[in-house]
């Protein structure tokens, strides 16, 4: 991670888009419940004859529904309000307010996420979906041509919709709501041809290839256009991006032009629910993953597994993010990595790592598949960057079905920068092994392990085992050198290597020692591991 002074940490930057209404953790299902509250009358001023009985050849005057109520605290995940939608209605158009009482610190305000489901019916997994703004926006549109970001265009046939309230976070006081649908009359524009991004890019063949997987556009609750987010991946070094916005797949259909033999662009989705979020990585283009549950639910290996059937990876996202439902609360057993390192490396990020760690010897004793690391900017907006960190990948090609397989595999590292690069190796018995690969070899057999690494002036690399840090050395102020370490299988179940900054005091840090303070600078690279097995 960069150390420039200026930078905010992703915590700052996590609690302004909160407070902005950003919050797109739209929210987790207690059951989807009617809107029993809920007041629907015409607005005034939209008393306009219904559609059979405008004057010939005149399309009928736009027609306005005005909804409210109040939620108690308790109110349900979700709250649905119907919308009878007549024939001949060209576009729906939707706003929403809701107030915001002062509370006492430390007790949350008022947060109301807001979406819409069409007239195929709400179900959970269903073919309803429209989109989802989050808290992020307070008016949007659907019409056959065109769609606010977030939302998808279509038809836009008879039948009762459902604008769909998450109130995320309800006062003490309760949550009064607003919401305005306004039905446009009229000849339906042209249908709408999706852009999908291509499955491949030009590549070098078997080789290491850098990408950032969890990015936000203007679609969800970031604030960069997609072109944006394109040329700031170019910008950092990236060979490979995921799109990865909260609870949509709008984005999906306009990265096309935008991908090029540069450039992989893979679809996704970041999943956010009431117990933590998680990134469907390698979605099929369109494919809308569901995330109206918690972990009470029992649903979220059901769409796991609609993930993963499809190719795709499930991926935790930042588990130990400290702000309301960010927290992962649904074990790990259905993931297939997670996200330990998220955006400017803070105290969370430690947490997640030495979670992993202590899961990498447990699955090594069990017998089980380990569970590979993955590091991702997170970025929504500026100065958040692009591509810190991200995913150096060992892929046959620079493919979406080859760079899944290199992640799912664990051969990956963690980099915060393009500037960082990194070689790391186990040698023993003749034989020889790279990251996320299993070296077997006679127990006592001597193993060397070498790690070469540049870009990190005056950093410390660390060496660790299921035993934890059995080995430190320092780089010179040119940030390149090589560290080489004996082991045997016996000795170590697997082995793998950080490269740290320099602490805010300029020492190295300690190993094996215990303070008030974080015992490390930032991280600058960290690998998935090598695997010992004795013959």
């Known amino acids: 991670m960069s150390t420039a002074p200026n930078r905010p940490d992703r915590r700052t930057l996590l609690r302004a888009g909160l407070a902005t209404g950003a919050a797109t953790a739209a929210g987790v299902a207690a059951p989807l419940a009617a809107a029993g509250p809920a007041r629907a009358a015409d607005a005034p001023g939209t008393d306009t ?41 060209r576009e729906i158009a939707v706003s929403y307010s809701y107030d915001k009482p002062a509370v006492p610190a430390g007790t949350p305000g008022n947060s109301c ?21 989050g808290g992020f926006r307070s008016s949007f549109a659907v019409s056959r041509e065109a769609a606010t970001p977030g939302y998808l265009p279509g038809p836009v046939d008879p039948g009762t919709w459902h604008v769909v309230l998450g109130p995320y976070q309800v006062a003490p006081q309760g949550l009064t709501y607003s919401v305005q649908v306004t039905l446009r009359f009229g000849e339906p524009g042209p249908a709408f041809v999706p852009q999908y991004p291509a499955e491949r890019a030009r590549g070098r063949g078997r080789a290491w290839y850098r990408g950032d997987c969890h990015l936000h556009t203007v679609h969800s609750d970031g604030r960069r256009l997609p072109e944006e987010v394109a040329a700031g991946a170019r910008a950092a070094g990236l060979d490979f991006l995921v799109s990865t916005d909260h609870n ?58 609609q993930v993963r059937r499809a190719g795709g990876l499930v991926v935790p996202a930042h588990p130990y993010c400290p702000y309301v439902a960010c927290q992962w609360k649904f074990g790990l057993q259905d993931a297939d990595a997670v996200e330990v390192w998220n955006g400017p490396w803070t105290y969370d990020d430690e947490s997640a790592v030495d979670s992993w760690d202590a899961g990498l010897a447990t699955a090594l004793h069990e017998g089980r598949d380990w569970l590979p690391a993955m590091g991702n900017s997170d970025a929504h907006s500026s ?65 060397d392990v ?30 390149n050198g090589t560290v080489v370490w004996r082991t045997t299988a016996s000795l170590a179940a697997y082995v793998r290597a950080e490269v740290r900054h320099p602490r805010p005091d300029g020492t190295p840090g300690k190993g094996n020692s215990m303070g008030p303070d974080l015992p490390w600078g930032p991280m600058a690279a960290l690998t998935n591991p090598i695997v010992l097995h004795t013959a």
Do not use: C, K
């Open 49 to 89: 004859p219904p559609a059979d009985t405008a004057p010939a050849g005149a399309a009928p005057a736009d027609r306005v529904i005005t909804m409210t109520g109040h939620l108690p605290t308790g109110a349900p995940d979700f709250v649905l309000l119907p919308v009878e939608v007549p024939r001949g209605v």
């Open 113 to 133: 996420d807001i979406g819409l489901f069409d007239q195929r019916g709400t179900e959970l997994g269903g073919r309803g979906f429209r989109g989802w703004s």
């Open 248 to 305: 949509t797949t709008s984005s999906h259909a306009v990265w096309g032009p935008l991908a090029g033999p540069d450039l992989l662009i893979v679809t996704g989705e970041e999943v956010t629910t009431r117990n933590g979020h998680w990134l469907a990585l390698g979605l099929e283009p369109g494919r809308f993953v569901d995330w109206r549950y918690r972990a009470r639910d029992g649903q979220f290996p059901r769409f796991a597994r």
């Open 383 to 447: 100065p958040q960057v692009i591509g810190s960190p991200h995913n150096v990948v060992l892929a046959d090609d620079l493919s979406r079905p080859a760079i899944l397989a290199g992640l799912r595999a664990g051969r990956s590292w963690l980099a915060e920068s393009a500037a960082v690069r990194l070689e790391f190796t186990a040698t023993g018995h003749g034989r020889q092994a790279g990251i996320g690969e299993r070296l077997t070899v006679p127990a006592d057999a001597p193993v």
């Open 450 to 479: 070498r790690l070469t690494v540049s870009g990190v002036p005056g950093g410390t690399v660390r060496l660790l085992t299921d035993e934890g840090q059995l080995h430190q050395e320092s780089l010179p102020a040119d940030g």
